[in-house]
């Protein structure tokens, strides 16, 4: 999956993590408390593992895209490449600078 795609489903989820996290609060606290019938059991656990499955897929996407964020930086600031106008000249140590403007004189 591409990074375009990535952020397409970060732009188009509905529920967050944190949102999940909570539905599975309420089904646990319904649950504890005898809400359900013992016949919708299955399908309260089956939605259930749905949720966390989702919550997990979400959190494995955005650790995906700060990691690869993280990456992209680091070649910003040891390679010198860069995005957009700016120079894509590596990196020069000020003291390299000095030097080299010396030499020019």
């Not at 990535?6 to 005898?34: F, H, N, P």
């Amino acid at each position: 999956m591409n990074q375009v795609e990535q952020v397409d489903l970060m732009q188009t989820q509905i529920l967050g993590l944190k949102e999940l996290a909570q539905m599975v609060a309420v089904i646990d606290t319904c649950a504890s408390r005898g809400t359900f019938k013992a016949e919708e059991f299955s399908t309260i656990g089956r939605l259930r593992e749905i949720i966390i499955a989702e919550s997990q897929t979400q959190a494995q996407i955005r650790q995906a895209a700060q990691q690869q964020e993280a990456t992209q930086e680091e070649v910003n600031l040891d390679g010198g490449m860069t995005e957009g106008n700016e120079t894509s000249e590596p990196a020069v140590d000020a003291r390299e600078k000095l030097k080299r403007s010396k030499g020019k004189k």
